[in-house]
């Protein structure tokens, strides 16, 4: 039988996320999954390879924004970063949440944009 993605997800996760309703995937796809979290997992973020991904990120999620952060920059705080450099919030998890950010960011635009906007009338910057 073949597993669900998010069996590769801790317990409580998914829980915000509710109303997606993971696909069963088949024995291939669940190989070409393991592969990929392998592969992704254990990369380091470095800004000299990966900022790239972060701008994309950016672009997605303020596609009207006339200004982009640099590498250490207060702006990645009103994308839900904890601090200046997004880098940190990543630790020992690789580029796999990079990756599944911009996932999210395009298949998901209009809830993205919904979530940042509650964020902005809610005060949050």
Not at 102 to 117: G, H, K, N, T
């Amino acid at each position: 039988m073949a597993r669900s993605w998010s069996a590769y997800i801790p317990s409580g996760t998914l829980s915000a996320f509710n109303f997606l309703k993971p696909p069963e995937l088949t024995p291939e796809q669940e190989q070409l999954l393991a592969e990929f979290v392998e592969k992704n997992v254990g990369i380091t973020y470095t800004h000299e390879s990966h900022f790239h991904l972060l701008s994309k990120l950016w672009d997605l999620s303020f596609p009207n924004a006339e200004e982009k952060p640099e590498q250490h920059d207060q702006m990645w705080k009103r994308m839900g970063f904890q601090g200046n450099d997004p880098a940190t919030d990543f630790r020992a998890a690789g580029m796999l949440p990079v990756l599944c950010l911009i996932f999210f960011a395009e298949v998901y635009r209009f809830y993205l944009s919904f979530r940042l906007a509650e964020r902005f009338s809610a005060g949050i910057s």
